[in-house]
């Protein structure tokens, strides 16, 4: 289901970060948001998921569904209920938990027991981390840290993916590989998605991007 | 000087408390006879066993029901800064609040005759309304209070924990959770397994306590601790050896007490697995409010009670209050407590100063591999049972050939004083930038010039808040004091146990007040040091 901005306008006590009159992701598409450190770019990753630091002053409309008649508000709604699968940089796996069972933690429905489990192990297999159901996620190495947090994210069967610089801890071979793996499961769950960064490399060759916060006076562009 | 520090703390603290678990092990010295055996194992000491354990465990689950609950309400809190004067404050003054105090409150409060029975016998009048606490067969009493009391300890020390858990809660909205949901599965977790030895050490207090079970707890069987201190208080040679296989015993159950715990909490991590591949994640928070009110408010209202008693005149058992008022008791009562007040004070204020002294030689002097040592002895310290730990001093000072009550019973004091205050000043130590030390150095001053001159001025409000928690370790130690002393000594602790046989109300709300308000007050003084000195360069 695409996601719709319509007139975003992010501020800081001291300026205006972010304003986006109108803007559309299609499933399967990556928006990539672009900025210096400090420009807003997290804080409109936030204000989707609606987890925005109280100081910060933010309005606009976020929509989300096929057509007009289907489409969803969320930005009126409690960040669980809005359901946009958020990760950041760090994999914050919950260290109190297994793999298996971050997986199902996030996992909704309420399918039979066996069918839950088959579906954390095909999850696994399918990001080459099969037979890792038990093991803590301390033993795990980077890349696959990331790897289970987005496994965790898509088996909560989001409406979007929300990234916050989900590559900016992975050494140059691991972000290659997990950059692809992202992408791929982005396409084949045709979720719309929202991937903040700095590094232009970061984004897919064909995907739409915006910067925040470069201008003096903080317009955006929108390319 | 890094000499002088060691010798202080290995005389003050580490040697006392090698002795006192050597001591436990080995037993006392004139251990004889076996007929002991059956006296040891017999029906009624069995009985007592089973009951000690019951009171540890469920006097332990509740108090960390509670600290979850508790915690996880200052973890949602939209605005905790507008919590944190009040939770800390109100927090801090009835944890300093000897057990002992609150647990004689409380009997005032719902004990025979008690407030509660005077107020529904107004109310409801015609009948007849008794609680007879040594009649309270389950311990359920006691164990409440118990579990109540140790759940501030704990609340206490998971706070700052709270802060440090992992694994945002963003994450888990975004995954289509509530924040109770997160709390609950996610941040709880974390913050039990932090307070693990803090767990422990609620658990092994609950086994040995003595004095809140002479108070709260039933008669026949009493829990196990009563019995080994009904043995230890009969001075025959053939007892000697039954309190040596009594420690163990005790021993045992507290190991048995934490083993059964770590089982639990492995069967429940198993059954929370078993939760989440069937789907079944709660999203209802748990009933809180109230039921944290209700704690708040009956400690409080113990309190309360104790006033009464000191200070209501001709009060009859079918008046909510007391028709009139009086200062006579409370006048006559420090009259007559004023060698008590002075040992008391003596004793807290000298093991508290010493304790900061020590701690604050050593850590500044020694290597920081010593002082991580150090931490690991401090902590089994905390773990291990007073009431072992007190009989192996014992035995082990009466073995060595150096017994003088005083020096027993301040070394008795000082092995309960210095971990608590170690734990507190350690922490602020180290937000102490470690660079000044080396600024100073570069300066040309020694570290003594250091230590007197920087160190301490930018402690001041973390020594005020060590001298406080010291000084509430010790007015609260009843065994300590009572079985090193050899009579000698008389605290507000020992008093307040003794007022209960005389069977006084009056008398036992009197020391049960005095001994109540003195580490209170002396914590709400030293709290309004405790703000951090303005310009220091913590970090």
Redesign the interface.
């Known amino acids: 289901m695409p996601m719709i901005l319509k007139n975003i306008s992010i501020a800081s006590p001291l300026r205006i970060l972010v304003q986006i009159e109108r803007l559309t992701i299609a499933n399967g598409e990556v928006l990539g948001v672009l900025g210096p450190s400090g420009s807003g770019k997290s804080s409109l990753l936030s204000y989707c998921a609606g987890v925005l630091d109280p100081k910060f002053s933010a309005s606009g409309e976020i929509w989300i569904g096929k057509d007009d008649e289907t489409r969803i508000r969320l930005d009126k709604q409690s960040p669980q209920e809005r359901k946009l699968g958020l990760m950041f940089q760090d994999d914050l796996l919950f260290p109190n938990m297994s793999v298996g069972e971050n997986l199902l933690f996030g996992m909704q429905g309420h399918e039979p027991r066996a069918t839950r489990l088959h579906r954390v192990r095909e999850m696994l297999k399918k990001a080459d981390l099969e037979g890792y159901v038990d093991r803590r996620p301390t033993s795990l190495s980077g890349g696959q840290r990331s790897r289970v947090s987005l496994l965790r994210t898509l088996l909560s069967n989001p409406r979007a993916l929300l990234l916050d610089e989900p590559f900016a801890k992975l050494d140059p071979l691991l972000r290659l590989e997990f950059r692809a793996f992202v992408f791929q499961c982005v396409r084949d769950q045709e979720l719309p998605c929202l991937l903040v960064t700095h590094e232009m490399t970061d984004l897919p060759a064909e995907s739409k991007r915006i910067t925040v916060g470069l201008l003096s006076d903080s317009k955006d562009i929108l390319r | 000087m890094i000499w002088v520090s060691r010798i202080f703390v290995l005389i003050l603290f580490f040697i006392p408390a090698a002795f006192s678990m050597l001591g436990a092990f080995l037993g006392s010295p004139s251990s004889s006879g076996t007929g002991a055996l059956a006296d040891l194992f017999s029906n009624y000491t069995m009985g007592a066993a089973v009951l000690t354990l019951k009171v540890g465990w469920v006097s332990t689950a509740l108090a960390i029901l509670l600290t979850g609950m508790a915690l996880g309400w200052f973890r949602l809190a939209k605005s905790r800064s507008q919590h944190s004067w009040w939770t800390t404050g109100a927090l801090g003054t009835l944890i300093s609040i000897p057990h002992l105090s609150l647990a004689t409150g409380l009997l005032l409060l719902v004990g025979d005759s008690g407030w509660l029975v005077r107020v529904l016998g107004s109310l409801f009048p015609g009948r007849e309304y008794a609680f007879q606490l040594d009649h309270d067969v389950g311990a359920w009493t006691l164990s409440l209070f118990l579990g109540m009391k140790e759940s501030l300890f704990l609340i206490y020390v998971g706070l700052p924990l709270v802060d440090s858990v992992?694994?945002?809660r963003?994450?888990?909205?975004?995954?289509?959770?509530?924040?109770w949901t997160s709390w609950w599965?996610?941040e709880w977790?974390?913050v039990l397994?932090g307070l693990r030895y803090a767990i422990w050490a609620v658990l092994g207090y609950s086994i040995c306590v003595v004095d809140v079970a002479v108070v709260l707890g039933p008669t026949n069987p009493p829990v196990f601790a009563l019995v080994l201190w009904d043995w230890i208080k009969d001075p025959g040679e053939s007892t000697q050896a039954l309190v040596s296989g009594g420690a163990l015993m005790l021993l045992a159950l507290v190991a048995l007490g934490v083993f059964g715990w770590e089982g639990a909490l492995w069967s429940l991590g198993r059954f929370?697995?078993w939760l989440?591949?069937?789907?079944k994640?709660g999203k209802r928070p748990l009933p809180l409010s109230p039921m944290l009110l209700f704690i708040l408010f009956t400690l409080i209202l113990s309190v309360v009670a104790l006033v009464l008693w000191v200070f209501g005149d001709s009060w009859t058992i079918d008046q909510p209050i007391p028709p009139a008022w009086t200062l006579e008791f409370a006048r006559e009562g420090v009259s007559s407590m004023r060698g008590t007040l002075i040992q008391t004070l003596g004793l807290a204020v000298s093991s508290a100063l010493a304790s900061i002294a020590t701690v604050l030689l050593w850590i500044e002097f020694d290597s920081r591999a010593h002082t991580k040592i150090a931490t690991t002895a401090v902590f089994l310290m905390l773990v291990f049972p007073a009431l072992i730990a007190v009989i192996g001093l014992d035995s082990m000072l009466s073995r060595v050939g150096i017994y003088h009550p005083s020096i027993a019973v301040f070394l008795g004091h000082m092995l309960f004083v210095f971990p608590y205050v170690f734990l507190v000043l350690q922490q602020a130590f180290h937000q102490v930038d470690p660079r000044l030390a080396l600024v100073a150095a570069s300066l040309g001053k020694s570290k003594t010039v250091f230590l007197l001159k920087i160190r301490v001025p930018l402690l001041k409000g973390s020594i005020a808040a060590a001298f406080a928690v010291g000084f509430a370790v010790s007015v609260s130690q009843f065994l300590p004091t009572i079985m090193l002393g050899g009579g000698d000594w008389t605290t507000l602790a020992t008093e307040t146990v003794a007022s209960l046989s005389s069977g006084n109300r009056r008398w036992v709300a009197v020391y049960g007040l005095a001994n109540a308000m003195l580490p209170a007050a002396v914590f709400l003084f030293c709290s309004l040091f405790s703000q951090r000195p303005e310009g220091s360069t913590c970090r």
């Not at chain 2, 963003?170 to 924040?179: E, P, Q, Y």
């Not at chain 2, 989440?276 to 789907?279: I, T």
């Open positions: 992992g694994a945002s963003k994450i888990v909205n975004s995954l289509g959770r509530s924040n599965w996610v977790p974390q397994h929370k697995s989440l591949s069937k789907g994640i």
